[in-house]
T-cell receptor, first 116, second 114 residues
Framework: AQTVTQSQPEMSVQEAETVTLSCTYDTSESDYYLFWYKQPPSRQMILVIR??????QNATENRFSVNFQKAAKSFSLKISDSQLGDAAMYFCALGPPFSGNTPLVFGKGTRLSVIA | ETGVTQTPRHLVMGMTNKKSLKCEQHLGHNAMYWYKQSAKKPLELMFV???????ENNSVPSRFSPECPNSSHLFLHLHTLQPEDSALYLC?????????????FGSGTQLSVL
């Protein structure tokens, strides 16, 4: 079975500082996709970043980047120059290869607070 | 209006009531989903529709009944719910039904069952 673990229920960061959210996963697949979704107080989840397992290069989206360690099955999210608008729940998710339709497996989430 | 819209935003219902949740997407997507989000639990996929056909039902109790009249609208009909069904119900859509697709979510309906 596929699992996703987010070991940090809550994190906080000072505005303009950098924070890293942890995510580990377990899967028997060699190819898969990993995601980070953000859920702000508005409750509307938004895709932050997506990583394809066969790509060794870490994905980046502006201030958001990941540290993907395939052997360790680790997929952490780094937020640089944190802003007040980054305060939200962050969910890590694991998905099958392109052709698969097995549902995404989500972690329980990490609540990030940004301190002004 | 763009994106995924869900109504109502909040809903309180008794265990004997019948109510419906509505989801509408204006993105031209072909797949739509219902998720249940409970406190301190991972998101749970409930139903998937692909080109208006239900393709997945993840062992959801029959008191939840989905309906997809067209590719832009999705409903979740509720009847004789239990207090443990209280949760945030999220609708999502994607271009195609593949789990690596980017999901677009609505803001959810916060349901309280008394």
């Amino acid at each position: 079975a596929q699992t996703v673990t987010q070991s940090q229920p809550e994190m906080s960061v000072q505005e303009a500082e950098t924070v890293t959210l942890s995510c580990t996963y377990d899967t028997s697949e060699s190819d898969y996709y990993l995601f980070w979704y953000k859920q702000p107080p508005s409750r509307q989840m938004i895709l932050v970043i997506r990583q394809e397992a066969y790509k060794q290069q870490n994905a980046t989206e502006n201030r958001f980047s990941v540290n993907f360690q395939k052997a360790a099955k680790s997929f952490s999210l780094k937020i640089s120059d944190s802003q007040l608008g980054d305060a939200a729940m962050y969910f890590c998710a694991l998905g099958p290869p392109f052709s698969g339709n097995t549902p995404l497996v989500f972690g329980k989430g990490t609540r990030l607070s940004v301190i002004a | 209006e763009t994106g995924v819209t869900q109504t109502p935003r909040h809903l309180v219902m008794g265990m004997t009531n019948k109510k419906s949740l509505k989801c509408e997407q204006h993105l031209g997507h072909n797949a739509m989903y219902w998720y249940k989000q409970s406190a301190k639990k991972p998101l749970e996929l409930m139903f998937v529709y692909n080109f208006k056909e239900q393709t997945e039902n993840n062992s959801v109790p029959s008191r939840f009944s989905p309906e997809c009249p067209n590719s832009s609208h999705l409903f979740l009909h509720l009847h004789t719910l239990q207090p443990e069904d209280s949760a945030l119900y999220l609708c999502a859509s994607s271009q195609y039904r593949a789990a690596n697709e980017k999901l677009f979510f609505g803001s959810g309906t916060q349901l309280s069952v008394l």
